[in-house]
């Protein structure tokens, strides 16, 4: 803990909610030159995972073995909110410790497994967030001669993450639990026009940055739609690339589509729809 916020040591990884594991893990090596350091199963909400960096950010896709399963817990996840970005992860010190002071701050939780569990949307602001005090297995992150720049010459020339870019209908609370219950630090405040008008706060967790996104109407535009269903909360991942040019002709040279339309940065995305849905932004290094 930092005084009473909850100490937050890095930010561990986005997962990426999918039926198709195969076609998701193949994605990320294929396209953004992702390396794999661990798989498994978890019986016990009977899903499988993938763990792999796309640069310096690790990504976990994650899919139910059986989607008919709504008494699992990732079935009914994906049931009800569909493919895409489900959460990120933090990692903390003593996960009971900071559950027990996350309810004490009027926090609900969701499945406590004791050194991992998850804070629900409604306590967030809107993010679906994991927490966690254990090292991924295998994570080279853990080793003394892990190096982020180890992706320099993949064909996308992408370099690194920027942000996590997430849309709330209410920054207030977002802030209130990021800064105030967690030991964010909050680096900007600006108003927006991309891709409709808003403000726009950018919050330091550790050593990555979040940007969380108010539209000024949330009932309309790429923002409000985006809001309308069901939702984890996390719009996009924004990465740095080298040569933006080349990046967009490497992904159009690999079948994707790419569009600058509903970003929230002044870069472009690959199609959703051809990443299985989750949106990937990029912007130049």
Known sequence: MTGSRVKVRRIIHTIHATADMDACRARYLDVL???????GYFEAEDR???LLYVADHMIEPMSPRDPKRLDKPFA???????PGFHSFEIKVDDGPAVAARLKEGGCKLAAEYGFFFFVRQESTGGVLLEVC????????????DFRPA?????????????????????ASAALAFFTGLLDGELLAEEHITLPQPGRRWV????DTRVAFIQPDDSSSGALGAFLRPP????YALVWRVEDPQAAERFFHSKGLSTRRQDCVSAGFAIEP????????????A
């Open 76 to 82: 009914r996840y994906l049931n009800r909110y569909g």
């Open 203 to 206: 919050v330091r967790l550790a």
């Open 33 to 39: 030159g992702g390396l794999i350091f661990a798989e």
């Open 133 to 144: 005090d254990r090292p991924m297995p295998n994570d080279p992150y853990e080793r003394p």
């Open 231 to 234: 939702t984890s909360g996390i």
């Open 150 to 170: 180890w992706a320099g010459l993949h064909a996308s020339t992408l370099r690194a993450l920027d942000h996590i870019a997430c849309v709330t209908a209410d």
């Open 273 to 284: 729809r051809d990443f299985l849905q989750a949106r990937h932004e990029f912007i130049g």
């Open 48 to 50: 499988d995972m993938a």
